[in-house]
């Protein structure tokens, strides 16, 4: 694919992967919840803005915070990961979505207790140590990086390179 072409295709794919990573999530935080016996009264991801998940009822704080950016790395990541293994068509794009995910969830709760909003603001409200949560961001936005990096050297003997066994 030509350089323009690739330019193009990730511009445009920002903003549905911004919205799919959002869902995704979302779908983190609600599973966390029925998990731990919380009442969800809404979800909303919005074409413009930030996604989020309303609870009328929270036994488990902490353990729904972590719901959205663990799930929201660890799904897409095996989407992906199953996509790659059994050579789907369109293992890349799901590659470049997994490492996005990885890198805006990583980022979010690895910078985010700078700005005390969100999930790392709840996060260190009910007791998660800030080093935590830059360890999860330094972790999980560098296997995000990686994702793309390997997508940026594929080169015909790279699909061999790449095989998992």
Known sequence: MP???????IVFGLYPCWLAMMAVHEAGHVLHAWVSGATVSAVRVPLVGFSITELSTNPRPQFVAWGGPVWGCLLPTAVWAIFRRLRWPGWGAMQFFAGFCLVANGTYLGAGWLTRAGDAAD???HGTPIAVLVAFGLIVVGAGLYLW???GARRPEADEDMRVE
């Open 3 to 9: 350089r323009r072409t690739t330019l193009l295709a």
């Open 149 to 151: 990096h390997l997508l």
């Open 123 to 125: 996060l260190t409200r």
